[in-house]
Every structure is written in structure tokens, then in C-alpha cells.
């Protein structure tokens, strides 16, 4: 089993590559835009929808995507999961283009509201709501801690079945340049889970370093000591258990900020302490003050890998602000909260995409 890199070797990995900049992709034809593309039921019309997308991306300099991968997929369609993340990774590959496939995911609703993601065809979104759904993870009770997020790795006797899904990919792609990095776990801890999903992020670490992976691993410190987006000015700043276990497992460090750019700056002197290359996997949120114009500048003078959240605005509805914080007098939810694009390509702000192509070195 391949040990955790030493902070010289994450080192000597990143500054091999180009200034990473890229974006969280979830293709704009369905709610669950993942599972729409890699599933066997319309798959022709999600690859081509995905195909424009990211041709669009790699068209603003854009070089990685950041893409969470659909289990129930691999659960239920084996064939069709590798089959098409195959055709995926060759269509990145074509436009000279990375992924960091994230595996698995604390960002939940509570179980009894919980629903496997349905194969075959996609639902249509509830007007209004971030994720096309009024049942998503970021309802009142969810943030508040009065209910607690369920997700399928809290079940012990499916273990075997999490444990074969890690080590497949890792031996399909342990070695595969168009992988640039995994995404072990998002947001652990998230959904007033505390430390639930900390002995399963151990394994799946385990498992994909005693696979030998080629890439880095990590998982991200994303805001769970925070009482607020705006709190990160507390001295010293405090990152919770489950993310601190995050952070001493993952080879580079991750993290998502959403705030303004004052605090992004006090966030990033915070994690220099680990003395490793940073990822910043989810950012930008127009309300809150992270904006491309802002912070994209911000990532590449501190060299930090770049992942804006959302792409092309669609059925998951990402430009709509998170239900509990809807009412917030402070914060303007009349501005789009993710994505950069319309549907029909015409950008959201035209400023941003400017912004985005000098930095990404793009003539305009």
C-alpha cells in the first residue's frame, strides 16, 4: 500500500502541471446531470448535450471538471457507468481537458426523505428551488442540525459492495492521465452528520491507496466550524473534527469557500499551515460576494486549483439561491447563485467570461 505523499511529493506533483482552473460540471439536461449521462436511458441526448458544454469550456481556456460519480449507476448498469465515463474521459481528453471524479458525498436529507436516484427518465425540477427540488440538502432542517442527513455508505452490510465500486475504479483509472486527482468524500461531516462518515472515508481511502492509484487523493475542508459565511475572521479559525481527519488523509489540501474575498484571504493564510498545494473545489456564489471577477484572480496569484461551482444554467436550477438563506436582508438572492451561462450560451455576465479567458490565457 502506496503511503500518503509527503508534503515534497504533492509539491514536486503540482508544480509539474499548468495552473489548473476549472468547474464543478453537471450537465444542464437533467436534475441529477450526472446520472443522466453515464446511465444507460437517453444517454445519446445527454452526450450531446454534454458535448457542447464542454467544447463551450475548453473554449474559455477552462482545463479540468470537477464531476461527481453517479454509484447507483455503477450499482444498477455496470456496463453503462464504465462504458461512458470511458466516453467522457475521451472527450475531455480531446480537448486537452482533466477530471476529479468525486466518489462519495455527505451532502444529504434526512432518511425518511431520502430517494435512491432514479434510473430511466429524468424528473422534471420544482420551479424555485437549487437542485430543481424543494426535498434538496439545503432546507431549514438540514442546516440548522434539527435533522440529521442520511446517505447509503451508513449502511455496514453494503460495505463489500462499497469497497468492490472503489477498487474497480481504481483499477480502471489508478494510471489514467486524464484523471487528475480523486475527490474521496464531498463536504464530510456536512448535513449535521458530525462524524458518521469519517470511518468510511478512512476505508475508501485505504482502499484506493492499497490499489496503488497513481493520482492524489483528497477530501476537503469546507466551512463546518463556521457559524456563519462570513465568520472565517474568528483567530484561529475553526475547522471540526471530521474535516481536520480530512485533511492529515488527503495528499493536497482541498477546500470549498463561498464567501466574500477578504475572508477567502483569511481562509487561505489558515491553510498554508499544512504545507501542501490548495484546491479550492467549490467557489463562487454571487450573493455572498464570490464572484469570478473577484476571487479567479485571487486563486491564480496564490496558485491555488480552481473549481467555480455549475456551467451552463439548466434543470437543476443552480442559479437559484439555497432555500435558508431566501429572506436574509443582507444577501442579494435576486443575483444568480452558480452557474455562468443561459441555456442558449448567451453568458449570465459578460464581464465573467472576459475575466475567465485572460486568466485562462485565451485571446479575446
Same mark, same amino acid.
Given at each position: 500500500?502506496?503511503?500518503?505523499?509527503?508534503?515534497? !511529493?504533492?509539491?514536486?506533483?503540482?508544480?509539474?502541471?499548468?495552473?489548473?482552473? @476549472?468547474?464543478?460540471?453537471?450537465?444542464?439536461?437533467?436534475?441529477? @446531470?450526472?446520472?443522466?449521462?453515464?446511465?444507460?436511458?437517453?444517454?445519446?441526448?445527454? /452526450?450531446?448535450?454534454?458535448?457542447?458544454?464542454?467544447?463551450?469550456?475548453?473554449?474559455?481556456?477552462?482545463?479540468?471538471?470537477?464531476?461527481? +460519480?453517479?454509484?447507483?449507476?455503477?450499482?444498477?448498469?455496470?456496463?453503462?457507468?464504465?462504458?461512458?465515463?470511458?466516453?467522457?474521459?475521451?472527450? +475531455?481528453?480531446?480537448? *486537452?481537458?482533466? #477530471? #476529479?471524479?468525486?466518489?462519495?458525498?455527505?451532502?444529504?436529507?434526512?432518511?425518511?426523505?431520502?430517494?435512491?436516484?432514479?434510473?430511466?427518465?429524468?424528473?422534471?425540477?420544482?420551479? *424555485?428551488?437549487?437542485? @430543481?427540488?424543494? !426535498? @434538496?440538502?439545503?432546507?431549514?432542517?438540514?442546516?440548522?442540525?434539527?435533522?440529521?442527513? /442520511?446517505?447509503?455508505?451508513? !449502511?455496514?452490510?453494503?460495505?463489500?459492495?462499497?469497497?468492490?465500486?472503489?477498487?474497480?475504479?481504481?483499477?480502471?483509472?489508478?494510471?489514467?492521465?486524464?484523471?487528475?486527482?480523486?475527490?474521496?468524500?464531498?463536504?464530510?461531516?456536512?448535513?449535521?452528520?458530525?462524524?458518521?462518515?469519517?470511518?468510511? =472515508?478512512?476505508?475508501?481511502?485505504?482502499?484506493?491507496?492499497?490499489?496503488?492509484?497513481?493520482?492524489?487523493?483528497?477530501?476537503?475542508?469546507?466551512?463546518?466550524?463556521?457559524?456563519?459565511?462570513?465568520?472565517? =475572521?474568528?483567530?484561529?479559525?475553526?475547522?471540526?473534527?471530521?474535516?481536520?481527519?480530512?485533511?492529515?488523509?488527503?495528499?493536497?489540501?482541498?477546500?470549498? /469557500?463561498?464567501?466574500?474575498?477578504?475572508?477567502?484571504?483569511?481562509?487561505?493564510?489558515?491553510?498554508?499551515?499544512?504545507?501542501?498545494?490548495?484546491?479550492?473545489?467549490?467557489?463562487?456564489?454571487?450573493?455572498?460576494?464570490?464572484?469570478?471577477?473577484?476571487?479567479?484572480?485571487?486563486?491564480?496569484?496564490?496558485?491555488?486549483?480552481?473549481?467555480?461551482?455549475?456551467?451552463?444554467? *439548466?434543470?437543476?436550477?443552480?442559479?437559484?439561491?439555497?432555500?435558508?438563506?431566501?429572506?436574509? !436582508?443582507?444577501?442579494?438572492?435576486?443575483?444568480? #447563485?452558480?452557474?455562468?451561462?443561459?441555456?442558449?450560451?448567451?453568458? /449570465?455576465?459578460?464581464?465573467?467570461?472576459?475575466?475567465?479567458?485572460?486568466?485562462?490565457?485565451?485571446?479575446?
Amino acid at each position: 500500500m502506496r503511503p500518503r505523499w509527503t508534503p515534497d !511529493e504533492a509539491r514536486r506533483w503540482y508544480e509539474d502541471r499548468p495552473w489548473i482552473s @476549472g468547474f464543478n460540471f453537471i450537465p444542464s439536461g437533467a436534475i441529477d @446531470g450526472p446520472l443522466w449521462l453515464l446511465q444507460s436511458h437517453d444517454h445519446e441526448a445527454a /452526450y450531446r448535450d454534454a458535448a457542447r458544454e464542454i467544447a463551450l469550456a475548453a473554449s474559455l481556456g477552462l482545463t479540468s471538471i470537477r464531476f461527481y +460519480l453517479p454509484f447507483e449507476v455503477w450499482r444498477y448498469e455496470r456496463d453503462a457507468f464504465f462504458a461512458h465515463l470511458d466516453q467522457l474521459l475521451d472527450l +475531455l481528453e480531446v480537448h *486537452g481537458m482533466t #477530471m #476529479m471524479p468525486v466518489i462519495f458525498n455527505d451532502c444529504s436529507v434526512p432518511k425518511e426523505r431520502w430517494r435512491e436516484a432514479p434510473l430511466g427518465p429524468q424528473p422534471e425540477p420544482v420551479p *424555485g428551488h437549487f437542485g @430543481g427540488s424543494a !426535498e @434538496g440538502a439545503f432546507t431549514d432542517d438540514v442546516q440548522t442540525g434539527s435533522t440529521v442527513g /442520511y446517505v447509503i455508505t451508513d !449502511e455496514p452490510d453494503l460495505e463489500p459492495l462499497f469497497e468492490e465500486y472503489v477498487t474497480s475504479l481504481a483499477r480502471r483509472y489508478g494510471e489514467d492521465d486524464r484523471v487528475l486527482l480523486w475527490n474521496v468524500w464531498n463536504e464530510v461531516g456536512n448535513s449535521s452528520r458530525g462524524d458518521l462518515s469519517v470511518p468510511m =472515508m478512512e476505508k475508501t481511502f485505504e482502499w484506493l491507496r492499497a490499489a496503488d492509484v497513481e493520482q492524489p487523493l483528497t477530501a476537503e475542508v469546507w466551512g463546518g466550524g463556521a457559524t456563519s459565511p462570513f465568520s472565517w =475572521m474568528n483567530d484561529p479559525v475553526t475547522i471540526p473534527g471530521p474535516e481536520l481527519r480530512a485533511v492529515e488523509l488527503s495528499d493536497v489540501v482541498s477546500f470549498h /469557500y463561498y464567501g466574500d474575498y477578504l475572508h477567502a484571504r483569511q481562509l487561505i493564510a489558515t491553510l498554508r499551515q499544512f504545507d501542501r498545494p490548495l484546491f479550492n473545489t467549490e467557489w463562487m456564489h454571487r450573493p455572498y460576494g464570490s464572484t469570478i471577477a473577484t476571487h479567479l484572480p485571487l486563486w491564480k496569484r496564490e496558485e491555488i486549483g480552481s473549481y467555480f461551482f455549475g456551467f451552463v444554467n *439548466g434543470k437543476c436550477q443552480l442559479h437559484e439561491a439555497w432555500d435558508f438563506i431566501k429572506g436574509i !436582508e443582507a444577501v442579494d438572492t435576486r443575483l444568480w #447563485m452558480h452557474d455562468i451561462f443561459h441555456d442558449d450560451f448567451t453568458p /449570465y455576465d459578460a464581464e465573467e467570461i472576459a475575466v475567465l479567458k485572460e486568466l485562462n490565457g485565451v485571446a479575446r
